[in-house]
């Protein structure tokens, strides 16, 4: 299994800035994502990380707002922009070496908007 | 589109006793479940998976889950519920359509043992 790292783990920003979260996995790996779990809700898909283009965003979610990279198969990195009170969650990185295999999760970075 | 539904926003059972988490799902073509647990101040954690094969599939920390495709269901059970396993669980489906989508997860369910 994968082990998956995310920087920072927590942070407490002001309204109108950005913060850029960083996911690094222990190996190579396939495919990555980011997901986001407001508070007391399940996880929602923002976009897979696509290596060497740009990610694929799910529906509510635009690349303005959530820009990602993915530069090699072990790194990846979420910005959340011009942030507002809605857009304190956590936001969870995951990897996993296929479709169908298992999908890992780093330990998530808790933003707190205010 | 896929979708998971958990019925029950939490479960109570005394320590020693059998559990069942429930979840059933909708996709088209066909379905890949996971079920995961989150416990405070953690990130997610896999127990196990059904992708192909036997309908019951054991997973980590003495869970199991039943596969029911014509109930479209994959509850998540236990013999012995210990106190420890007190947590979130979430059942996720991953679409049989192919291509590189991520998980679709249920809304989770409070699992509470009591002693």
């Known amino acids: 299994s994968a082990v998956i790292s995310q920087k920072p783990s927590r942070d407490i920003c002001q309204r109108g800035t950005s913060l850029t979260i960083q996911c690094q996995v222990d190996?190579?790996?396939?495919?990555m994502f980011w997901y986001r779990q407001q508070p007391g809700q399940s996880l929602t898909l923002i976009a897979t990380?696509?290596?060497?283009?740009?990610?694929?965003?799910e529906s509510g979610f635009v690349i303005d707002k959530f820009p990602i990279s993915r530069p090699n198969l072990t790194f990846s990195t979420l910005t959340v922009s011009n942030m507002s009170p809605e857009d304190s969650s956590i936001y969870l990185c995951?990897?996993?070496?296929?479709?169908?295999?298992?999908?890992?999760f780093g330990p998530g970075t808790r933003l707190t908007v205010l | 589109a896929q979708s998971v539904a958990q019925p029950e926003d939490q479960v109570n059972v005394a320590e020693g006793n059998p559990l069942t988490v429930k979840c059933t799902y909708s996709?088209?073509?066909?379905?890949?479940l996971f079920w995961y647990v989150q416990y405070p101040n953690r990130g997610l954690q896999f127990l196990l998976k059904?992708?192909?094969?036997?309908?019951l599939v054991k997973g980590s920390y003495g869970f199991e889950a039943e596969f029911n495709k014509s109930q479209t269901s994959f509850h998540l059970k236990k013999p012995s519920a210990l106190v420890s396993d007190s947590a979130l669980y979430f059942c996720?489906?991953?679409?049989?359509?192919?291509?590189?989508?991520?998980?679709?997860f249920g809304k989770g369910t409070h699992l509470i043992i009591q002693p």
């Open positions: 995951s990897a996993t070496g296929g479709w169908k295999d298992t999908q890992y």
């Open positions: 190996s190579q790996v396939t495919m």
């Open positions: 990380a696509n290596q060497g283009s740009e990610a694929t965003y």
């Open positions: 996709v088209s073509g066909n379905p890949y």
């Open positions: 059904y992708i192909t094969g036997d309908n």
């Open positions: 996720a489906v991953l679409s049989g359509g192919g291509g590189a989508d991520g998980l679709t």
